[in-house]
């Protein structure tokens, strides 16, 4: 009785063991910002600690599902969106009022409900067909059909009509790839100057499978661009904007205004300039912070960070013949700040106020996965980079510590979004892990 007790107790160690083992390597391979997700969550995040101690934080709600963006429709009125329940939340006034949207979404890895942007209907020419308080609102989403996690249906961007507290008439305006997946979908949205949606999407190809390669992705002589490995740009009706930039034509190379991006979870707009930005994460070495320019080529697959660094980022050559071009409408450029060590950056936003403080006023955060960290930035004076010194001044994050002078705050885990209330000028963060998302509210000593 004894052997055959202990041979069953050695059997069930093994199972155990193995089962483990398999669970950590599907951990391992659905996408880098899960990936730290499912480590986070082991641990509740503490309060934020933010740098400059005449700067507070509040937190405005918890208990979101894994939030994933959010805009504002109003003052303290905010959309939230929820990455694995397909979910639209309005919050206002600190407190969730309503959910106003259910999607069915893929959930896998980084596939979901991915992005959000509200355009104000009378900037566009629909205006005299609506109030002056109705707003278009365009989604991200890997939509499924009939439930959750069904058959995938792509990934697609759509609009609908805010009216009355209510999102109707929804209309399709892409109908986007999502294979191979599961990670690098991209989905952040944003509204231009212009006042035409811009969107990032990622290569959805993690693992390099060639049955997703294209020549946006810098490889030549594989396929057309489908809308994968850039940043796509259409009209508020999902058109091509034609104001005289084109990389081409095919496939939908007329609506790409940057190609060449491997995984961004940020773009944002300068207030000043209009020039667009982007986060990129990297492959274990290599993330970046972007400007994008009309025919921006980041460089992906051919380069991750700065081109004169390469050799000692990955011991490979950079060789610049192998970047596409399409036909000279397309430039690569350098980062305007390289990291050789990932730290996962996700959001980036312009603090378009002074509310916290002239020292702030029209710089940039940027959030990212790592001890939820956020960055603030100056940005040099043609604000055509950023403001960097000692050992920044290269341009390359080398150490850990070398960010150390950037750091605004830690502690808010996982940040998904940065917004900026556009009536008071507060800084909101929107955060989350595996179990719990918040937003917190930054704001100046004493305004509350």
């Known amino acids: 009785m004894y052997n055959i007790h202990y041979s069953k107790t050695i059997s069930l160690i093994i199972i155990i063991i193995v089962v483990m083992c398999a669970s950590f390597i599907y951990i391992d391979n659905i996408g880098e910002i899960d990936a730290q997700s499912s480590k986070k969550s082991k641990k509740e995040p503490s309060i934020p600690i933010l740098r400059?101690?005449?700067?507070?934080?509040?937190?405005?709600?918890?208990?979101?599902?894994?939030?994933?963006?959010?805009?504002?429709?109003?003052?303290?009125?905010?959309?939230?969106?929820?990455?694995?329940?397909?979910?639209?939340?309005?919050?206002?006034?600190?407190?969730?009022?309503?959910?106003?949207?259910?999607?069915?979404?893929?959930?896998?890895?980084?596939?979901?409900?991915?992005?959000?942007?509200?355009?104000?209907?009378?900037k566009t020419k629909h205006a005299s067909n609506y109030g002056p308080n109705d707003k278009f609102v365009f989604l991200f989403v890997t939509e499924t059909e009939n439930?959750?996690?069904?058959?995938?249906?792509?990934?697609?961007?759509?609009?609908?009509?805010?009216?009355?507290?209510?999102?109707?008439?929804?209309?399709?305006?892409?109908?986007?790839?999502?294979?191979?997946?599961?990670?690098?979908?991209?989905?952040?949205?944003?509204?231009?100057p212009d006042n035409n949606l811009y969107i990032?999407?990622?290569?959805?190809?993690?693992?390099?499978?060639?049955t997703g390669d294209t020549i946006a992705s810098n490889l030549q002589g594989t396929t057309l661009p489908d809308g994968r490995?850039?940043?796509?740009?259409?009209?508020?009706?999902?058109?091509?904007?034609?104001?005289?930039?084109?990389?081409?034509?095919?496939?939908?190379?007329?609506?790409?205004?940057?190609?060449?991006?491997?995984?961004?979870?940020?773009?944002g707009f300068d207030n000043v300039t209009g020039f667009l930005w982007d986060t990129e994460n990297g492959s274990h070495y290599g993330d970046e912070i972007n400007i994008i320019k009309p025919g921006f080529n980041s460089g992906w697959r051919q380069v991750l960070g700065l081109?004169?660094?390469?050799?000692?980022?990955?011991?490979?050559?950079?060789?610049?013949?192998?970047?596409v071009t399409f036909n000279g409408n397309g430039k690569y450029y350098?980062?305007?700040?390289?990291?050789?060590?990932?730290?996962?950056?996700?959001?980036?936003?312009?603090?378009?106020?002074?509310?916290?403080?002239?020292?702030?006023?029209?710089?940039?955060?940027?959030?990212?996965?790592?001890?939820?960290?956020?960055l603030h930035f100056d940005l040099n004076q043609t604000r055509t980079g950023l403001q960097l010194e000692g050992s920044l001044s290269d341009k390359v994050v080398n150490k850990?510590?070398?960010?150390?002078?950037?750091?605004?705050?830690?502690?808010?885990?996982?940040?998904t979004d940065i917004k900026i209330d556009p009536i008071d000028g507060d800084v909101y963060v929107l955060a989350a892990n595996t179990k719990n998302g918040k937003i917190y509210k930054v704001f100046k000593d004493g305004d509350v």
Do not use: W
Request: without cysteine.
């Open 52 to 122: 400059d101690t005449d700067l507070k934080t509040e937190l405005i709600v918890d208990k979101l599902k894994f939030p994933s963006g959010m805009e504002f429709i109003g003052n303290d009125d905010l959309l939230v969106i929820e990455k694995n329940t397909g979910k639209v939340k309005r919050v206002t006034n600190g407190e969730v009022v309503a959910d106003l949207l259910d999607l069915n979404v893929a959930t896998k890895s980084e596939r979901g409900l991915l992005g959000i942007a509200v355009l104000d209907m009378s």
């Open 147 to 192: 439930e959750d996690d069904g058959e995938i249906l792509g990934n697609r961007v759509y609009r609908f009509d805010f009216v009355n507290g209510s999102l109707i008439n929804p209309i399709l305006l892409l109908d986007l790839p999502y294979l191979p997946g599961p990670s690098h979908n991209g989905g952040v949205m944003k509204i231009g």
């Open 200 to 210: 990032v999407m990622g290569d959805l190809n993690r693992l390099k499978d060639p």
């Open 334 to 374: 350098d980062p305007v700040l390289t990291f050789n060590d990932t730290i996962a950056p996700t959001t980036i936003a312009f603090i378009h106020s002074s509310t916290l403080g002239q020292g702030y006023m029209d710089d940039v955060l940027v959030g990212g996965v790592k001890n939820g960290t956020l």
């Open 307 to 323: 081109s004169s660094m390469y050799t000692e980022f990955s011991d490979k050559e950079f060789d610049k013949s192998k970047l």
């Open 400 to 415: 850990p510590d070398e960010l150390n002078s950037a750091i605004f705050g830690t502690g808010f885990d996982i940040i």
């Open 229 to 267: 490995g850039g940043v796509l740009r259409i009209t508020p009706d999902g058109e091509t904007v034609k104001d005289g930039f084109t990389l081409g034509s095919g496939g939908l190379l007329d609506k790409y205004y940057g190609y060449g991006v491997r995984n961004s979870f940020g773009i």
